[in-house]
T-cell receptor, first 117, second 112 residues
Framework: DQQVKQNSPSLSVQEGRISILNCDYT??????FLWYKKYPAEGPTFLIS?????DKNEDGRFTVFLNKSAKHLSLHIVPSQPGDSAVYFC????????????????FGKGTLLTVNP | DTGVSQDPRHKITKRGQNVTFRCDPI?????LYWYRQTLGQGPEFLTY????????KSRLLSDRFSAERPKGSFSTLEIQRTEQGDSAMYLC??????????FGPGTRLTVT
């Protein structure tokens, strides 16, 4: 079962406009959420993250919003540039209580963003 | 280049052969992870090292898979008796903080 879901396989936007990439999760124990960007034949590149105690984190053109009650997060890219065209992965991580720790990232299937000039 | 490096970048092997991949993490990172990615999927966790200790292994890591990190530096992932289902991109990541993991370029394995 997919604990992290990216329901849009692809998104196309015009250069200069806003790109909004969405992600839903099912496990309320997730502590921390990350977005990665991946170009073909390369490994994922870390973009931005957010802790579950926050609802927004901003870094330049990238802003991540977290709605814990809806178990939903989104990545906003403003303004979008052609170089942003890539696959974007949402990932989540949690720590287990009771002495155990879980450091694995759980990824969604990704959304292919295409920014048209 | 101070990023995570992986070698080889591509490997083609015949079914039944053994393969070994190497990962060199960012030098000050004490945590190292292996993931596997197949077409249309996100990366899936395989195993995690803190220094030289292997602290967690996924159920995806069958008995044919073994990973080591001697001396807490580079790591190797070996697959014995490869099967066609092992064809995937094998990604290595490292981190200093718990959460933000930095990935290498991956090794693409094709089993024929």
């Amino acid at each position: 079962d997919q604990q992290v879901k990216q329901n849009s396989p692809s998104l196309s936007v015009q250069e200069g406009r806003i790109s909004i990439l969405n992600c839903d999760y099912t496990n309320s124990m997730f502590d921390y959420f990350l977005w990665y960007k991946k170009y073909p034949a390369e490994g994922p590149t870390f973009l931005i993250s957010i802790s579950s105690i926050k609802d927004k984190n901003e870094d330049g053109r990238f802003t991540v919003f977290l709605n814990k009650s809806a178990k939903h997060l989104s990545l906003h890219i403003v303004p979008s540039q052609p170089g942003d065209s890539a696959v974007y992965f949402c990932a989540a991580i949690f720590s287990l209580s009771g002495g155990g720790s879980n450091y694995k990232l759980t990824f969604g299937k990704g959304t292919l963003l295409t920014v048209n000039p | 280049d101070t990023g995570v490096s992986q070698d080889p970048r591509h490997k083609i092997t015949k079914r039944g052969q053994n393969v070994t991949f190497r990962c060199d993490p960012i030098s000050e990172h004490n945590r190292l992870y292996w993931y596997r990615q197949t077409l249309g999927q996100g990366p899936e966790f395989l195993t995690y090292f803190q220094n030289e200790a292997q602290l967690e292994k996924s159920r995806l890591l069958s008995d044919r898979f073994s990973a080591e990190r001697p001396k807490g530096s580079f790591s190797t992932l070996e697959i014995q008796r490869t099967e066609q289902g092992d064809s995937a991109m094998y990604l290595c990541a490292s981190s200093l903080l718990i959460y933000e993991q930095y990935f290498g370029p991956g090794t693409r394995l094709t089993v024929t």
